[in-house]
């Protein structure tokens, strides 16, 4: 079973043909509302993969609530665990460029409600994989990897967005995922040794005993272990929109550890995930099917 404990949100989508610069306006030729948020992305990435998923999280009692949740019934997600908020659905208002890069601010509305207490709806036992991110209170994040250790589960903390208060306790995850960005952030925050970011991947798993992974867009995925390093190649594309590529590597990722991939293997299927998750628009609607991602895996090799 996958538990995601993380947010929920409505996606509200621009396309422009390029990003403003700070104080511009630029004129858009399309929108588009999506259903979104880090942890319901991933919840969704990972039912599409073939998992079982629960998620618990919470929405606004809102016109954008059942919206939100719509992919997540479509997939099957047990919901049991998504309370209702009197603070609003969680928003993300995103402009995305031609090049199919974006820029996003995320206003968490009632994900800010998701409290430790919570952290009961997820039910977990040993062998659960649980994936976690930053949208939602970091206290709640920190209960959650104590919970899991505690039953005996996989915990899967994606790193995004950045939050310089949780390097603490990133090395209580088994696994950390986080893009260059922000492994390079957390890195300085961390003090961690080594004039390359593999050295200093490597410096981090030394000094917790986890692994961390490190995703680079086009430029394929790396992963450090206490004893191996991966390089992991990303497939070649042309990007549309890059809006939920990394939750779909997270879901797809969390799966593949959950149904008893390798490290490599899983990796290379989330990272394939990923790669075929920018050629649509949206973050929920791109999250490609598992028979999708078999095709590409089978064409690559």
């Not at 820029?103 to 509305?109: C, K, L, Q, S």
């Not at 430790?116 to 920190?142: M, N, R, S, W, Y």
């Not at 696994?175 to 922000?182: D, R």
């Not at 080594?194 to 992974?213: L, N, Q, S, W």
């Amino acid at each position: 079973m996958i538990i995601v404990v993380g947010s929920i949100n409505l996606d509200l989508i621009a396309n422009v043909d390029r990003l403003p610069e700070p104080g511009e306006t630029v004129r858009g030729s399309s929108f588009a509302t999506a259903p979104g948020g880090k942890g319901a992305n991933q919840a969704l990435a990972a039912a599409r993969a073939g998992a079982q998923v629960r998620m618990v999280g919470a929405v606004g009692k809102d016109s954008f609530a059942a919206e939100a949740l719509a992919l997540l019934k479509a997939g099957n997600v047990d919901l049991s665990g998504v309370g209702q908020s009197f603070a609003s659905t969680g928003t993300a208002l995103i402009l995305v460029g031609a090049d199919g890069e974006n820029v996003i601010a995320v206003v968490p509305g009632a994900n800010d409600s998701v409290v430790p207490g919570d952290v009961a709806k997820a039910f977990l036992k040993k062998g659960d994989v649980v994936l976690l991110q930053h949208e939602i209170p970091l206290q709640t994040v920190e209960a959650t990897l104590d919970a899991a250790r505690a039953a005996g589960a996989i915990s899967v903390l994606n790193t995004a967005p950045f939050r310089a208060e949780a390097a603490g306790f990133l090395g209580r995850a088994d696994y950390a995922v986080a893009n260059e960005t922000e492994f390079d952030l957390y890195g300085e925050a961390l003090a961690l040794s080594g004039r390359d970011r593999p050295a200093r991947m490597r410096d981090y798993a030394g000094k917790t005993g986890r692994a961390i992974v490190v995703t680079l867009g086009g430029d394929g995925v790396l992963a450090a272990t206490p004893d191996d390093f991966l390089i992991i190649p990303a497939l070649k594309i042309t990007p549309v929109d890059t809006v939920g590529a990394g939750d779909t590597f997270c879901g797809y990722f969390g799966a593949g550890l959950s149904s008893g991939l390798s490290l490599k293997q899983a990796l290379t299927r989330a990272a394939v995930a990923g790669s075929l998750a920018c050629l649509k628009p949206g973050a929920q609607p791109a999250i490609p099917l598992a028979k999708d991602v078999d095709a590409a895996l089978a064409a690559a090799r």
